[in-house]
């Protein structure tokens, strides 16, 4: 069997990328696939597709806040709900946060160790202390938490203003859309050469099922053997 | 353990609730339930809420082939994408489809049996045969062949034309979006009285672990004795 390879095209600004992101870096060794990680924008799928905000509509905005704290129990991710989500989705935006992710996952050559890490640190801020994710501080604290150094942090905040940074960042985004996004997080799995497209963090049963894998929950054992 | 309640608030119009529906009608012998079906409107439920139809935004709505025809396939119901379907969702509607439905509820007096087999025909009718579910004949089909006698479903239609029966699905509309429903199929769960709301169909996995029952997959093992 060869091995499956699994994107997810994720923005920080989403707590369900979050919850599909620890799923899928819990599921790496216990599936046989490479994860590939893709910081994409969230703002300009949605934009680009016609789609809203699913917190526009009240009723669905209450809901998902009740939707978010059991599934965030129940997947064993530390979500709450924090003021500062909220003023990064509908004031500030998340395209800084990406752009420095973007800069990580363009600077990292071995593998997407610093990635994930800078990636999931971001994601705390915002979506469980409670903390700033749009100035360039922020960041900084949260690439040194994440590992990085000092200077490392400095060479990465220059990297993500850089062109190169932007227009790979706006390329992701592109290939999302290609995949007929119209939300993030995008999981698309290659399986004999053919992508399946899943949407959201609610399908993993389901992929596991198309993509002949087995769903052990959000929670896996990870196995000591290959058996 | 006292018996939980699991309400179901659907509309035949969507195969998303149709796939709940199965799931649950096969769970009222595995898990310790007793389930009330909820015939209502999701016309009305999306405009009283402000909410919009997933099917105007175009990707979403080709996601949402993809996703029913994986869906149909893993859960086992037999939902295509049949002509009508559409028609009934963006022209026609389907209140006189659920005013029948209403009906049927109304009359029977001991237990769903009628209700349940009269919502799985006309969901057949518009979602896996390709029929109208419109038309005063199409409804009169589908109650025959749940079990009906002409003479029953002859009294059906002209009671779902009456007052009490208007009245009775709009105060289970009511009652959908008392739940602060959003769509169908809303899944209220009531546990140690206290009502524990999910929508949609793709939730079943989280609503077991929060009710305290075992997820067994959309085709749960029949059990042969209380073990």
Not at 3 to 32: H, M, Q, T
Not at 58 to 67: V, W
Not at 127 to 153: F, H, N, R
């Amino acid at each position: 069997m060869s091995r499956k390879v699994i994107e997810l095209f994720y923005d920080v600004v989403s707590p369900y990328a979050w919850l599909g992101f620890e799923v899928l870096c819990r599921y790496r060794n216990v599936w046989n696939m490479e994860l590939k990680l893709r910081p994409a924008l969230l703002g300009r799928v949605i934009e680009a597709t016609g789609n809203k905000s699913p917190a526009m509509v009240p009723n669905k905005a209450q809901y998902m806040i009740t939707d978010l704290d059991r599934l965030a129990s129940y997947m064993n991710v530390p979500v709450c709900q924090p003021s500062h989500a909220f003023e990064v989705m509908f004031i500030k935006g998340s395209l800084p946060a990406m752009r420095f992710i973007t800069a990580v996952a363009e600077k990292e050559k071995d593998g997407d160790h610093l990635l994930e890490n800078v990636s999931r640190e971001v994601w705390k801020r915002i979506w469980s202390t409670d903390q700033d994710i749009c100035e360039p501080a922020s960041l900084s604290e949260a690439g040194l938490k994440a590992g990085l150094s000092s200077s490392e942090v400095e060479e990465l905040l220059g990297l993500a203003k850089s062109q190169p940074v932007k227009d790979k960042l706006k390329q992701t985004i592109q290939e999302a859309i290609n995949y007929e996004a119209f939300g993030l997080p995008l999981i698309v799995c290659h399986v004999d050469g053919k992508p399946q497209v899943f949407f959201g963090s609610d399908r993993f049963e389901l992929m596991a099922h198309c993509i002949g894998e087995k769903w052990l929950g959000p929670q896996p054992f990870k196995p000591t053997s290959n058996l």
